[in-house]
């Protein structure tokens, strides 16, 4: 069975960090390209990070670009977001999506995990 399953998320204040999880089950994990999606309150759904299937290659919005960093761990079909220098602004549902690199489908949303950043 396909699962997605984020953790990690939870209430820090201003300047401070979090590591986020996106354990995976049920498909070819290396053959897919893993990405972060956030929804802050009240808004739409939008871009965080990618990290692709083959070589070292990642992608951030300019909005994280330096404070967050996106990693992937084959062995253990998890993809990981650590989050740095947090401001009121990054908080949101943290959503973890993975998609087939080569066709594009079948892809994979999570359920979202809650970041708060706040005193």
């Known amino acids: 069975q396909v699962q997605v399953v984020e953790s990690g998320g939870g209430l820090v204040q201003p300047g401070g960090s979090l590591r986020l999880s996106c354990v995976t089950y049920?498909?070819?994990?290396?053959?897919?390209?893993v990405s972060w999606y956030r929804q802050p309150p009240g808004q739409e759904r939008e871009y965080v990070a990618s990290?692709?299937?083959?070589?070292?290659?990642?992608k951030y919005a300019d909005s994280v670009k330096g404070r967050f960093t996106i990693s992937r761990d084959n062995a253990e079909k998890t993809v990981y977001l650590q989050m740095t220098a947090l401001k009121p602004e990054d908080t949101a549902v943290y959503y973890c999506?993975?998609?087939?690199?080569?066709?594009?489908?079948?892809?994979?949303w999570g359920q979202g995990t809650q970041v708060t950043v706040s005193y």
């Open positions: 049920g498909f070819t994990f290396s053959d897919y390209a």
């Open positions: 999506y993975a998609q087939d690199a080569k066709r594009g489908w079948p892809d994979y």
């Open positions: 990290v692709f299937s083959t070589g070292p290659f990642t």
